[in-house]
């Protein structure tokens, strides 16, 4: 099992991230080609407000979430709040994410290292992921009580996973999303169950989402705020990962102070517009608690490995043939010092 650092939060922040991964990609193209469609998810995702409910489900593990999403000149920001299971919320916006975790009287924030994509990059992003996944519309279905736009997004080689994705006609909005393994099951699942379109934001609905106004209704005497990702002043590269599947390219390297148990962390992100893969290389520390090998928890699958004294983990909503890939290139930079 990986350590607690690499997934913060597994349920709420898994969900998130698929939620966002394939709403962050879109395209002009024919008006009923799968471009279009894209283009609208991806512009409603962004410009439009809402308020519902979607189940999430990974294993036997299955959640409701209540989802809060105002957008304006700030641009957009979400509180989602599980409704069974362990009670917790998570605040988010372009800046970050903080979640807030009653049990255990703790709130855990992470900053976000960029900002959101803009329209630009859309059609750039598009043309890319065509060379490693097929877009294919596959009729009309009907989710939370709406018409939607059935699409596959099937991967062409083994070294990522695959998408059933339901558009809502009326907004783009997505309101389901399936991820698919390389046997054709489903191995990860968001789907609303209601859905209500907000033409202007309440005072209440835009203080909801402020992660200032948030954070300050919650904390308390004697809570824990744990910084999961602290950015040190050291911005040097020791590291490299010399064999990549094609169409993976970094997106952030950097250096940072895990306030959990301390210590530095080398971290590079990987994506292909569409997956995306974290590197993670710290100073071996007890080994009882270093993951050799691989783990999973759904589709985020894990891999780890030692280099010399430093120890190696790879995470990515990936097959693990990728995690394994990534984890066995990483080296130290020659001529480096090692710190």
Not at 124 to 152: K, S
Request: with cysteine; net charge negative.
């Amino acid at each position: 099992m990986f350590r607690a650092p690499i997934v913060r939060v597994p349920l709420l922040l898994a969900l998130l991230s698929m939620l966002l991964a394939v709403s962050n990609v879109s395209a002009a193209d024919g008006d009923d080609a799968p471009g279009t469609w894209l283009e609208k998810m991806t512009r409603a995702g962004q410009w439009l407000s809402y308020s519902g409910t979607f189940v999430y489900r990974r294993n036997d593990q299955m959640v409701a979430v209540n989802i809060l999403h105002v957008a304006d000149e700030r641009g957009g920001r979400q509180k989602l709040e599980a409704l069974n299971g362990e009670s917790h919320e998570i605040v988010r916006s372009c800046d970050g994410a903080i979640c807030f975790l009653p049990r255990q009287k703790s709130v855990v924030i992470n900053k976000a290292k960029g900002g959101r994509a803009s329209d630009t990059d859309i059609g750039e992003r598009i043309e890319e992921l065509q060379d490693y996944y097929r877009f294919t519309l596959v009729g009309d279905d009907r989710i939370a009580g709406r018409p939607t736009q059935a699409m596959i997004i099937e991967p062409v080689d083994q070294y990522r996973f695959g998408y059933r994705i339901w558009i809502d006609k009326e907004t783009g909005l997505l309101l389901k999303s399936d991820m698919i393994n390389d046997a054709g099951a489903t191995i990860e699942q968001i789907m609303f169950t209601n859905l209500e379109i907000i033409t202007t934001p309440t005072e209440d609905m835009v203080h909801a989402v402020d992660q200032k106004t948030a954070a300050g209704a919650r904390l308390t005497v004697g809570q824990e705020v744990i910084y999961s990702d602290e950015e040190t002043s050291d911005k040097s590269e020791y590291w490299r990962v010399e064999n990549v599947p094609d169409g993976f390219k970094p997106v952030d390297h950097y250096r940072h102070r895990r306030s959990v148990h301390g210590g530095q962390t080398e971290h590079m992100i990987f994506t292909d517009g569409l997956a995306s893969v974290s590197v993670f290389i710290e100073k071996t520390g007890d080994a009882d608690n270093l993951l050799s090998g691989f783990s999973a928890i759904g589709a985020v699958n894990a891999f780890g490995t030692t280099v010399d004294d430093y120890h190696v983990t790879v995470v990515g909503e990936v097959p693990t043939l990728t995690v394994r890939l990534i984890g066995e290139s990483v080296r130290y930079r020659p001529g480096v010092p090692r710190q």
